[in-house]
């Protein structure tokens, strides 16, 4: 069964930055976003990319006391639709997102999948671009990413 991908902002951006945001459509086809996520992203979104209203407000406005609209929106939503992958980079936020028992998985586990499935051929290329862009991630991970990976 296929998993349906919401996405928190950061990995929008991110890739938007480098001009790759289409690794995102080629590696899962739809993307779910919510309003708040939108609103942060700022930029007009490619047909792609739905955006979907959170149903329980109450969960979204008890995320949003510990993280931002967007982390929150995308928690919330995630909890709501039956076999997600939540698409996340915030430590606090995939914390949070583990005590909800949800699949979760970061801007590079994408660009994991992404070369796994034949999207990308070159992950040191794209990881190199984005941390060149302003990506914050540790060296320990990139070096553990990029083990084997290329």
């Given amino acids: 069964m296929n998993k349906i991908i919401i996405s928190d902002t950061s990995c929008l951006i991110a890739l938007e930055r480098i001009g790759q945001l289409d690794i995102l459509r080629r590696t899962f086809k739809v993307i779910i976003i919510t309003q708040e996520v ?13 955006i979907k209203e959170v149903k329980n407000k109450e969960k979204q406005k008890q995320l949003e006391s510990f993280l931002d609209n967007g982390e929150a929106s995308s928690i919330a939503l995630a909890t709501e639709i ?9 430590r606090k936020g995939r914390e949070i997102a583990k005590t909800f028992n ?9 660009l ?10 070159n992950l040191k290329d794209i990881v190199i671009e984005l941390i060149k862009s302003g990506f914050r991630v540790s060296d320990s991970i990139v070096n553990e990413i990029l083990k084997d990976k290329d």
Avoid: C, H, M
């Fill in 102 to 110: 949800l699949e979760i998985i970061g801007t590079l586990g994408l």
């Fill in 112 to 121: 994991i999948k992404a070369k796994e499935k034949g999207v990308i051929s």
């Fill in 82 to 90: 039956k076999n997600a992958l939540l698409i996340i980079d915030e």
């Fill in 38 to 50: 939108y609103q942060e992203f700022g930029n007009r979104l490619p047909d792609w990319i739905i």
